[in-house]
């Protein structure tokens, strides 16, 4: 999914700074929703650290979510958690993406990934991907922004924690041994690396953001939201 640029500072439950931070943090909560006249405008769940998470943000994540995998979209609470999860997940991710000065995709990449799904999706047919989205709800912006998260988050991974990560010589052909690959050893080798590569750096990713999870305040409003 951290030795950034710039280390994060952990913020524990308990000191008295954090208790004004988050006595404030409250207050913005309860005021945030409301515009003149009463409207409500969106609906804050979750506080991370100085982030937030919408509900309108979470059903947008359940719907993204079941259109790339080709899935009716469920909004039970089982799959509303899982959304909340993950975009707990990509708050603190861009938390350190800030402070670390990440590079992010600009607006022409972007653009081009969601160009690049089009093609290899819907034939390059701009009208048959936005009838399809419009069947989740969803609309080619949408899906161009979650792309181009998506491609910040595999070069958060590949800068963060891929150069970290050592295959040897030993683990690949143990790989090769055990998963009865066609072809020789050596044709296969770059491959075999790569794969042992990200799969290592991934984990590396999940346990980088379970450290996380402990060291940033999180605040569920919504608690049924909040994982058991």
Known sequence: MASWYTRLQPRFCGHEENAAQAACTALMVLMLPMVAGGAIVD???????????????IDLR??????????????????????????VDQRLI???????????LEATGRAALLADYQRTEYKSDPVSLAKALAGYG??????EDDLG?????????NLRFRPAVQVTDQDIQKYFAE??????????R??????LTAERAEKEL???????????RIDYLEKDLEGK
């Open 43 to 57: 609906r804050i769940a979750i506080v991370v650290g100085d982030k937030i998470i919408t509900e309108s943000e």
């Open 62 to 87: 359940i719907r993204l979510t079941s259109f790339q995998n080709g899935e009716k979209a469920d909004f039970n609470l089982a799959s509303r958690r899982r959304a909340a999860g993950q975009l």
């Open 94 to 104: 861009e938390h350190e993406m800030d402070t670390g000065h990440y590079p992010r």
């Open 138 to 143: 969803l609309t080619p912006k949408d899906l």
């Open 149 to 157: 998260r998506q491609s910040d988050l595999l070069s958060f991974v």
């Open 179 to 188: 998963n009865g690959l066609k072809g020789s050893l050596n044709e296969m």
């Open 190 to 195: 770059a491959q075999i690396d790569q794969k």
């Open 206 to 216: 999940d346990l980088w953001l379970r450290d996380q999870r402990g060291r940033t």
